[in-house]
C-alpha cells in the first residue's frame, strides 16, 4: 500500500504593482469564499499577452519538399530509439507506483494524505516549470480502496505555497466531491470523510477556482473503488494519466516557463504529457513487461479540456472497462478508446510479441508537443503472430 495511504479497522496587475505576490493575497484572506475569489483574482491579473507560436517557413519547390525532414519533430519517440535525457527535478509520477489488489473481503477506514506541492521541475529537456501537485508528483498518487470502505482525506497546504489549494474525489457522494471540506490556504490542513458507495476507477483533482488552471498546471490523479470481489488478476498494472500543459512561452522554450490563463481560456495548450511532463513515459518511467504477461493499464484524463483517443501502437485492448465502469461489462478486442476529460479507463491485454509498444493519444499531432510513453516487452519472438525480415528505414527496434 503507498506510503501516502494507509488502512484501519477490519483490514496585469503584477505590473501595476510587483509587490504584491499570489501568495499574499491569498494569505490575507481568510474565508473560504473570500480565498477562492482572491485566487481568482489574483491569477487574473497575471494572465499577459502571450507569445505568437510561429511555425518554420515552407520548403522551395515540390521536388525539395518530397525530402524535407523536421528534426524538430517528436514524433520520433513513437518510432525510434529514447532519446538521452540530462539529469532533472522529476515530478513524474512512475506508472508502477500503485498499491496491490486488495484481498480483505470487508470494508474498513482507509486514511489518504495529500500534500499540496508547488515544484519548479524540468518540463523537458530545457525547459522549467512551476508545477502544483498532490504530494511531489503529476499524476497525484494513486488511490486504492474497497467499495464500502470510509475513506479518511487529509489535506495540507504547505506554508510555503503560493497558493490556495484543495481536492475534489469524483468517487465522493457528497457537496463538491470534498473540495469544500479542504479548502486550504498556505499553511492549513484540512479533512473529510466519505463512504465508497460505488465501486469504478474515478478522478480526483483541485477545485480551487479557475479550476482548470490548477487541473492544467499537474493537480489529479485517480481513485480505483474496488468491487466487492476485487478485478480479475493480471500480471502487472500501471498508472498512467494524460494532461495539458499551458504556458506564456512557445512549445520547445528554453528556461523556467509561466502558465498562461489566456491560452487557457481559448482551450490552446502548448504542451501534451504522459504522467506530467515530456518525456516521463519515454525517458525516465517506460512501462515493462515480459512475453506472455497480461498487463492493465488504469488510464486517465486529467485534462482539463482534451478528450483523448487512447491507442498503444502495435496492441489490441483485449478488454477495456468504459467510463473506469466495473460493474459493466467490458468491451472486447478494441484499438483504441475515447476517454474524456475528468474520466477513466481500464485497459488489459496480453503481451504476445517482444518489442518496443508506444502509448499515443491517436490525435497524433499531440505527439509533436510531447505525448508519448514506451511498453517496453522483453522475451522470446513469436514468430507465429509477428514476423518481419529486418528493414534498414526501420529505427523502432
Not at 497480461?294 to 479540456?305: K, L, W
Request: charged letters at 20%.
Amino acid at each position: 500500500m503507498s506510503p501516502k495511504q494507509t488502512t484501519s479497522g477490519s483490514d496585469q496587475s503584477a505590473e501595476e504593482d510587483k509587490s504584491i505576490s499570489r501568495r499574499r493575497l491569498l494569505v490575507g484572506s481568510v474565508g473560504a469564499v473570500g480565498g477562492l475569489v482572491a485566487a481568482e483574482a489574483a491569477l487574473a491579473q497575471t494572465a499577459g499577452a502571450h507569445s505568437a507560436h510561429t511555425g518554420g517557413a515552407p520548403a522551395d519547390g515540390t521536388q525539395m519538399a518530397q525530402h524535407r525532414t523536421y528534426p524538430g519533430s517528436l514524433s520520433n519517440r513513437i518510432y525510434s530509439i529514447n532519446p538521452v535525457h540530462p539529469d532533472m527535478a522529476d515530478i513524474a509520477e512512475n506508472p508502477t507506483n500503485i498499491p496491490p489488489p486488495l484481498t480483505r473481503r470487508e470494508p474498513a477506514t482507509v486514511r489518504v494524505d495529500l500534500e499540496t506541492k508547488e515544484i519548479e521541475a524540468h518540463l523537458d529537456d530545457k525547459a522549467m516549470f512551476r508545477f502544483w501537485t498532490f504530494n511531489g508528483n503529476v499524476p497525484g498518487p494513486f488511490v486504492r480502496v474497497r467499495v464500502g470502505d470510509q475513506v479518511e482525506v487529509h489535506l495540507k497546504n504547505p506554508e510555503d505555497s503560493w497558493m490556495m489549494h484543495n481536492v475534489d474525489f469524483h468517487a465522493c457522494t457528497g457537496p463538491g466531491g470534498g473540495a469544500g471540506a479542504t479548502t486550504a490556504a498556505p499553511g492549513e490542513e484540512r479533512s473529510f470523510t466519505f463512504k465508497a458507495l460505488n465501486p469504478g476507477l474515478y478522478v480526483y483533482h483541485c477545485a480551487v477556482p479557475p479550476v482548470a488552471l490548477h487541473i492544467a498546471n499537474g493537480m489529479y490523479g485517480l481513485i480505483l473503488v474496488e468491487p466487492e470481489d476485487g478485478l480479475p488478476p493480471v500480471d502487472r498494472e500501471f498508472y498512467v494519466m494524460q494532461g495539458e500543459i499551458y504556458t506564456e512561452e512557445p512549445f520547445g522554450s528554453s528556461g523556467l516557463l509561466t502558465e498562461s490563463y489566456d491560452k487557457l481560456l481559448n482551450e490552446r495548450p502548448e504542451y501534451f504529457v504522459f504522467n506530467g511532463h515530456v518525456g516521463a513515459l519515454t525517458d525516465h518511467y517506460p512501462l515493462k513487461a515480459q512475453v506472455g504477461e497480461t498487463v492493465r493499464i488504469f488510464f486517465g484524463v486529467g485534462g482539463p479540456n482534451y478528450t483523448s483517443g487512447f491507442h498503444v501502437i502495435g496492441e489490441i485492448f483485449d478488454k477495456a472497462y468504459q467510463l473506469g465502469s466495473v460493474t459493466s461489462p467490458p468491451i472486447t478486442d478494441v484499438q483504441s478508446i475515447s476517454v474524456p476529460p475528468g474520466s477513466a479507463n481500464i485497459v488489459e491485454f496480453k503481451c504476445e510479441v517482444p518489442g518496443r509498444y508506444v502509448l499515443v493519444d491517436h490525435a497524433l499531432s499531440r505527439a509533436e508537443r510531447g505525448l508519448a510513453g514506451y511498453l517496453i516487452v522483453e522475451g522470446p519472438d513469436n514468430p507465429d503472430v509477428f514476423n518481419a525480415p529486418p528493414n534498414p528505414h526501420d529505427s523502432g527496434h
